[in-house]
Each structure stands twice: as structure tokens, then as C-alpha cells.
């Protein structure tokens, strides 16, 4: 009996309690931030709580009426004190009794209460839990922001030419909105897809800067001064297609239902890409020079390739191949972009 007092007391506590549940973006799952305690449960808990009361009364006032006809009988301290035990002890087995004839069934309401936390609804069937918990664990779809970095490299299985020689650090930043959609509730696979932003940026070292003669053919001259800065920026809208492979185990969620956290775990995917060039900007600092032209550089409008992600929770690792060269037109002949960076999902 106590352990049911105790467990009462547990279940009148849920309505003070906060359920919370975030997922950016998330287009499958409505979520809310607060969930009180069922409106079943609270029914059944106040009227239990009720009869309890009204049980625990009746027998305090009959449990009275005996202690005072043994106050009547004039008994020494020692004896009195002994039959006011044995009557508080019968009252006490009593009230026990009829509280556990009530019958009120606490695993019911617990599972009651759990329902209702999980799916914020009240549910009376098998075949209404069933389809409300289908309804909640549908495949995942959602878009989430990220954001990367990457070291860039240039690779040419030819002859190095001018850039290769003189090319300093490069980089590419990158930011968009990534699609993720499961193919069912239990598959580990699912399309990944999106849009990005890119800015790849070319330092080259050695006082050289790009420039353009009169047939506008681009190639590296050395300035004759000190250079503390010479780069060519280029930004691309860029769009990934591809496939990825989530290791997270399946759940039970009850009703013979399993479902796999498409979002969570240890994660391997594969896509395709391609870009369509924004602009490209030619950024000069030094001794008696500062200049950013935004002009045409010969940068290959269009880019494509191909690249291999591995992800844990929002954090990713990356490597990306373009199959096109950097430049068009056989300028900087077999310069293709190599990159190795981070992402941060969020």
C-alpha cells in the first residue's frame, strides 16, 4: 500500500513537469514545448484522492470514539497508552484494506500519463495509440542550416604550371540549407539535398597577382613592389544531390512500431554537386597598389563533382573533388579543386 502512495504522489508531481522536445525545422514532427499531466489521469488521481480522503475521515472519527470510551475506563497511564496503540493499529490495517478494495489500478494510469507526455493527446483504443504513434514517427524530413570550411588544394597530373608554383594558402567557406529525407521510418537511407553558398579563394604568393592581357587571356605577373595581399575570390550558388547511410539502431515504440533517429548517430554519405558562378573578385594590397576589381578572371562558370561526408550528431568531416578545372579554356591547364574541410549543422 505504501508503494502506491508513493507511486500517487509521483503522478500528481507530472503536472508541475516540463516535457521539451526541439528540432529545428522539422516539417514531420509538430512539437510543443509544454506538456501537462492527462486530463484522464487527472480525473481518475483526483477522484481516487477523494475517496481516500473521505475513507481516512470516516475511520479517524470512529478510531476517536474508541480512544475516548478507553479514556472512560479510568486505566493507568501504562495500560491505556497500550490499547490506544492496538486501536490505532486496527484502524490503521482497516483503512489499508479499504483503500485496497477500491481497486485503482496505478500501472494504467501511469501508462495513461506516458501516452499522453508522448503523444500530447489522450488515447483510448489500441488502434488510436496505433495510428497516433504512426503519425508521430513518420520518416524524417527536415532542412537544417550548416555552415564549412575547407583547405583547398589545386591538383595537376601534368607539368606544374605558373599558378601551381606560386599558389599560397587557399580555402572555400561555405553556407546553405541541407534537405534530409529518410526513405522510411525504419531505413538507415535517405536523400540528401539542398543549397549553398560558396566563396573558393586562391592565394598566390611571391609578389605575383593575376591579371589579363589584350586578348583578356589570364595569367600571373610579378609586381614589382611588395605585395601583402593578392587574391582571387569566386563565389558559386552550388546544389548537392546524393545519398546517406545512418548506423543508429532501431527503437520500439510500442505496437510492434519500430523506428530508426535519422537525425542522431554516426552517419556516411555520398553526393554529387554542381555550382553556377556568382563572381569573381581580384583583391590587391601592397607598396602603392589596393584594388578589387570585380571582373571576369576565367574562372570555369560552371563546376561539378563529387564528394564523401562523414557525420557524428550535427558535426561533419568532408572531402570534395571537382571533375572540371578550376579555370576554363585550358588556362592553368589541369587545375582541379581538392578540399578537405568541416561542417557544422545546426
Do not use: H
Amino acid at each position: 500500500m505504501i508503494n502506491k502512495i508513493i507511486m500517487l504522489g509521483f503522478v500528481c508531481l507530472i503536472s508541475g513537469s516540463v516535457y521539451a522536445q526541439r528540432k529545428p525545422f522539422k516539417f514531420n514532427l509538430p512539437s510543443k514545448e509544454d506538456t501537462e499531466v492527462s486530463p484522464i489521469v487527472k480525473e481518475k488521481v483526483d477522484e481516487y484522492a477523494r475517496k481516500i480522503d473521505a475513507i481516512i475521515k470516516e475511520e479517524k472519527k470512529l478510531m476517536e470514539e474508541e480512544l475516548l470510551i478507553a479514556q472512560g475506563q479510568n486505566l493507568d497511564k501504562a495500560e491505556f497508552n497500550k490499547q490506544k496503540a492496538e486501536i490505532a493499529s486496527r484502524y490503521s490495517l482497516k483503512i489499508d484494506q479499504r483503500i485496497e478494495s477500491l481497486g485503482f489500478d496505478m500501472d494504467d494510469v501511469i501508462q495513461k500519463q506516458v501516452r499522453y507526455s508522448l503523444l500530447n493527446n489522450d488515447v483510448t483504443s489500441k488502434e488510436e495509440l496505433r495510428e497516433k504513434l504512426l503519425k508521430k514517427f513518420r520518416p524524417t524530413k527536415n532542412i537544417t542550416g550548416y555552415i564549412s570550411y575547407g583547405i583547398m588544394n589545386l591538383t595537376n597530373s601534368k607539368t606544374d604550371n605558373s599558378l601551381d608554383k606560386n599558389l599560397g594558402y587557399a580555402g572555400n567557406l561555405e553556407f546553405g540549407l541541407k534537405l534530409n529525407c529518410q526513405f522510411s521510418r525504419t531505413s538507415p537511407w535517405g536523400l540528401i539535398s539542398g543549397i549553398g553558398f560558396s566563396w573558393r579563394t586562391l592565394n598566390v604568393e611571391n609578389n605575383m597577382f593575376f591579371t589579363k592581357d589584350a586578348n583578356a587571356d589570364v595569367y600571373l605577373e610579378k609586381f614589382d613592389k611588395n605585395l601583402s595581399k593578392s587574391k582571387l575570390r569566386t563565389g558559386y550558388i552550388m546544389v548537392p544531390v546524393g545519398v546517406q547511410y545512418n548506423f543508429s539502431k532501431l527503437k520500439n515504440a510500442g505496437l510492434d512500431i519500430q523506428y530508426r533517429e535519422y537525425d542522431k548517430g554516426f552517419k556516411v554519405g555520398a553526393n554529387v554537386y554542381g555550382g553556377v558562378r556568382m563572381s569573381t573578385n581580384n583583391i590587391i594590397k601592397g607598396e602603392g597598389i589596393s584594388q578589387r576589381e570585380r571582373e571576369n578572371y576565367q574562372v570555369n562558370p560552371f563546376i561539378y563533382g563529387g564528394q564523401l561526408t562523414v557525420s557524428y550528431g550535427d558535426f561533419s568531416v568532408f572531402v570534395k573533388k571537382d571533375f572540371g578545372n578550376f579555370f576554363k579554356d585550358g588556362r592553368f591547364e589541369s587545375d582541379k579543386a581538392l578540399i578537405f574541410g568541416l561542417a557544422l549543422g545546426w
